[in-house]
C-alpha cells in the first residue's frame, strides 16, 4: 500500500508515505500489535485463532499501549479549512508546507460541490443545502473572489514583496496545503472515531472515511473489525 493515493474532494488527496511495521519485513501491524502485547510476559504467537482473540481482547478492555506500536505516514493536500480540524488532534505529528518558501499556483482553493445549510440546532453543524441556482451563483461569485484575491498575490509578488506577506492576499480557509503526518493506529483511532462520525464536518470526515477504507482496513483488518464491533458499532447503539 505504501505509495497508494487516493483523491478526495475537488483538488485534494491522501497518500501512504510510510508504515511500521515495514510490509518488507513481513509481519504484519495486527501481529505487531499481538506480539507488544505478549511481551508483557515474554509470550509468543499462538497462531492465528489465540493471536485474534488477544487482539479483541486489548481493544475491548481498552489496553492501548500495543496499539501504539503501529504507525502511519501520510501526505495529504488540503484546504485550510480541513488542515484545522486536523491540528485539534494533538498526538499527530505534522508538517506543513510554507508559503514562505512556496509559492501558491493558480486555482490551488477548494470549490466545494454543494453549499451547505446552517444546522437549526447545532451551532458547529450544517444541514442540507442550498438551491441548484443558489448553488451555482455562491461558486460564480467564490470562483469571482479567488481570481481577484490570487491576483493581488501575484501582483504583490512581481512588486517584490516577500511571500510570507504577499500570500495575506490569499483566502485563507480555501487554500489548499500540503502536509506530511505521522500517527499510531491507537490515536489514529480516536481521530476516525471523532471524524469519521456523521456530525463532522464534511470536509474532515471524507478524510478520515478514506483513510479508514483505503489505508487502515487495509493494513490492520483485525484490528479494524475489532474497532468496527467495539467502538463504532457500539456507539451508534
Request: hydrophobic share 40%; proline share 4%.
Amino acid at each position: 500500500m505504501i505509495g497508494k493515493r487516493v483523491d478526495i474532494l475537488d483538488k485534494g488527496c491522501i497518500e501512504l508515505v510510510d508504515l511500521m511495521p515495514h510490509p518488507d519485513t513481513e509481519i504484519s501491524g495486527d501481529l505487531a500489535i499481538v506480539n507488544a502485547a505478549r511481551v508483557s510476559f515474554l509470550g509468543e504467537n499462538k497462531g492465528e485463532e489465540r493471536d485474534k482473540k488477544l487482539l479483541f481482547y486489548l481493544l475491548r478492555n481498552q489496553h492501548t499501549s500495543p496499539f501504539e506500536m503501529v504507525e502511519f505516514k501520510f501526505r495529504l493536500r488540503a484546504p485550510v479549512l480541513t488542515f484545522w480540524q486536523l491540528v485539534r488532534h494533538r498526538t499527530l505529528s505534522i508538517n506543513m508546507q510554507s508559503g514562505r518558501y512556496t509559492p501558491f499556483e493558480e486555482g490551488d482553493f477548494y470549490v466545494p460541490d454543494v453549499w451547505r445549510k446552517q444546522s437549526t440546532d447545532n451551532k458547529q453543524a450544517s444541514e442540507g443545502a442550498v438551491s441548484a441556482d443558489e448553488n451555482t451563483d455562491f461558486n460564480d461569485k467564490l470562483l469571482a473572489h479567488y481570481e481577484r484575491g490570487f491576483a493581488l498575490y501575484s501582483e504583490a509578488l512581481e512588486s517584490g514583496v516577500s511571500r510570507e506577506m504577499a500570500r495575506l492576499f490569499l483566502p485563507g480557509f480555501a487554500v489548499y496545503y500540503t502536509g506530511v503526518i505521522k500517527v499510531d493506529a491507537h490515536n489514529l483511532m480516536r481521530f476516525l472515531r471523532l471524524r469519521m462520525a456523521s456530525d463532522a464536518q464534511y470536509e474532515i470526515r471524507v478524510y478520515a472515511q478514506a483513510i479508514y477504507k483505503h489505508f487502515f482496513q487495509p493494513a490492520l483488518p483485525w484490528t479494524a473489525e475489532a474497532f468496527q464491533q467495539y467502538v463504532l458499532d457500539a456507539e451508534r447503539t
